[in-house]
């Protein structure tokens, strides 16, 4: 998986490339962890994401907690397979999906 960042004053975005499993759920769990302070708006980039695991729902749940205290999330470019995921999951109620 490969994982763009992109920050602007208060404003991080977060583009996502390939598989969100539990392989590679770590490291984005890690870079969000670093990521966070200070941040009031996150945006987070489906567009080439191919597949999301329940590990890797598990990481934007726990992003989406902490965005909820500090500011807002907003999950865009998700494709059919993975609005499926979310919707299966109860996650298209939990998430701002655009």
């Known amino acids: 998986m490969t994982i763009t960042k992109e920050q602007n004053g208060q404003e991080l ?3 996502l ?9 770590p490291e984005l769990e890690g870079e969000l962890k670093g990521s966070l302070d200070g941040i009031t708006s996150l945006t987070i980039d489906l567009a080439a994401l191919d597949y ?7 990481v934007l749940l726990s992003a989406q ?8 999330m907003v999950v865009k470019n998700v494709s059919e397979e993975i609005m499926e995921v979310f919707e299966v999951t109860g996650f ?4 701002t999906i655009e």
């Open 17 to 25: 490339e390939g598989r969100l499993d539990t392989t590679t759920s």
């Open 13 to 15: 975005s977060i583009a």
């Open 52 to 58: 999301i695991s329940s590990a890797g729902l598990r």
């Open 92 to 95: 298209s109620d939990i998430l």
């Open 65 to 72: 907690k902490t965005m909820n205290k500090q500011g807002s």
